[in-house]
């Protein structure tokens, strides 16, 4: 199956010169949310992966499937002020300014290997901020994956060491 057919783009947003890959078209069609699915298990059904982490939004939605398939644990990451009990915290660089994402402190422990899930990925900071995140922990990335890559914008260079997997690629920003 071709998941590129199910993923849709929307030229100029968030901002002009932007075209962005839209997976809720993806995810609104069970079969091409399955195949999706079906083919992150199949990559690391027989890993030594201790937990899957989903980078808030999208990834939450990937993780969680993938989690329910794979009999794994879900740890959230998200953007600063969201989680409830006691966290840590990874600030990371935007085109214009920083943000930050948050794991709850007892969310991971050391010697675990995590498995990180996201959407996209486009440079790589909100992924290594994922990554940087599990290793405050005492946690190892076991890799970083993602439905889509953009490859013209150097993400999985410079996740190189965190084994980055993606199901499509997509020339262009």
């Not at 069970?30 to 939004?57: C, N, W």
């Not at 970083?144 to 020339?171: C, M, Q, S, T, W």
């Amino acid at each position: 199956m071709d998941l590129r057919t199910y993923i849709r783009t929307i030229p100029d947003w968030p901002q002009p010169g932007i075209m962005f890959r839209d997976i809720t078209t993806l995810l609104q069609d069970p079969g091409a949310f399955r195949y999706a699915v079906d083919a992150l298990a199949y990559q690391y059904r027989h890993q030594p992966i201790s937990k899957i982490m989903g980078i808030e939004s999208r990834g939450f939605i990937i993780a969680a499937a993938l989690a329910y398939e794979l009999h794994l644990p879900l740890v959230l990451a998200r953007k600063h002020g969201k989680l409830p009990a006691e966290t840590i915290a990874q600030e990371y660089q935007l085109e214009y300014g920083t943000d930050t994402l948050e794991v709850h402190k007892d969310a991971l422990l050391a010697g675990e290997t995590v498995l990180i899930i996201d959407d996209l990925l486009a440079t790589g900071g909100t992924a290594l901020a994922a990554c940087q995140l599990v290793e405050k922990s005492g946690a190892a990335v076991s890799g970083v994956a993602v439905i889509i890559n953009l490859p013209d914008l150097h993400g999985a260079e410079k996740l190189k060491r965190y084994n980055p997997f993606y199901l499509v690629e997509f020339e262009g920003e």
